[in-house]
């Protein structure tokens, strides 16, 4: 495996801006920029990280315990086996990522979990992403199976929208009904001037950023039933645990459901 670790990448800059870990040097000093010109981008991501929680927590209480984790990033604060676990022992988790490092760390975060199983794919590979051993074993597609995009279709080109659009559909299509889709994704919206700070920052990483904006995302959850709140920021859907702080708002999220046809 051949892996330029002097180069940041975005899962270990999440790491540590979520405190983790998992990450290097280079990682740490890009993140310690982002800090210094993005106050709040700990929180942020803190707060992100709280609507994945949120959302896998209320996406297995609603029964269904199948997820399939794409750009999951590194499991360390509120990984999705852990919290679906916690409301359903058995349920299983298929994490998907592109960056073999993060593939490698995921790995050994849950050696011997037979629920859990780590793929390296792009995820704009669907054929290879649904069709690969271990995602065939752990899933079953003829029940309902909730596909998480969390800040990961950011990182498909900016002059990719329809093709991502595209791909969030042809993920949707393969789930049967009763199905979640659970996507985040980073826009300018909000705050422009910060969000373009993130963008510039994010330029000399592996992982350049492209935010999109609230269109897009709605047109992601096309003929699907939107939970309450619907569309919003990571600290407004079905906020828990009191105010994360003050921090910018950089994504849009919500959670929809796969009507029976
Ligand atoms: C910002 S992290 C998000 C992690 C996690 N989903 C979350 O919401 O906290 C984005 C992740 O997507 C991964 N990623 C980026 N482009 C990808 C691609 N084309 N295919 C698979 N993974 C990708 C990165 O390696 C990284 O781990």
New binding site residues.
């Given amino acids: 495996m051949q892996v330029d670790v002097s180069i940041p990448?975005?899962?270990r800059?999440?790491d540590f801006l979520?405190g983790g870990g998992h990450n290097f040097w280079p990682d740490r000093a890009a993140g310690e920029r982002l800090v210094a010109t993005v106050p709040g981008i700990k929180l942020a991501?803190v707060a992100?990280?709280g609507?994945?929680r949120r959302a896998v927590h209320t996406i297995t209480g609603l029964g269904v315990c199948q997820f399939l984790?794409?750009?999951?990033?590194?499991p360390t604060l509120s990984a999705p086996h852990s919290v679906a676990n916690e409301v359903t022992p058995g349920a299983v988790v298929v994490y998907?990522?592109?960056?073999p490092l993060?593939v490698a760390h995921a790995e050994l975060l849950t050696e011997g979990d037979r629920c859990t199983a780590v793929v390296q794919?792009?995820?704009?590979?669907l054929d290879f992403v649904l069709g690969n051993d271990a995602t065939r074993k752990l899933l079953d597609f003829t029940q309902p199976i909730a596909v998480?995009?969390?800040?990961?279709?950011?990182?498909?080109p900016g002059d990719r929208d329809d093709d991502a659009a595209a791909l969030v559909a042809a993920y949707v299509d393969a789930l049967c009904p009763g199905s979640y889709l659970a996507l985040?994704h980073m826009t300018a919206d909000h705050d422009a001037e910060v969000a373009a700070v993130v963008q510039e920052r994010f330029a000399a990483t592996?992982?350049p950023v492209w935010p999109r904006d609230e269109p897009w995302l709605r047109k992601c959850f096309a003929g699907l039933d939107l939970l309450e709140p619907g569309v919003t920021t990571p600290a407004q859907w079905r906020p828990d645990r009191g105010d994360p702080g003050q921090h910018p708002d950089l994504y849009y999220v919500a959670v929809g459901r796969k009507p029976k046809a």
């Fill in positions: 990448a975005v899962a800059i999440d979520l991501a992100h990280r609507f994945v984790d794409l750009g999951a990033g590194l998907v990522d592109n960056d993060v794919a792009d995820l704009a590979d998480l995009m969390c800040a990961s279709l950011q990182h498909l985040s592996t992982t």
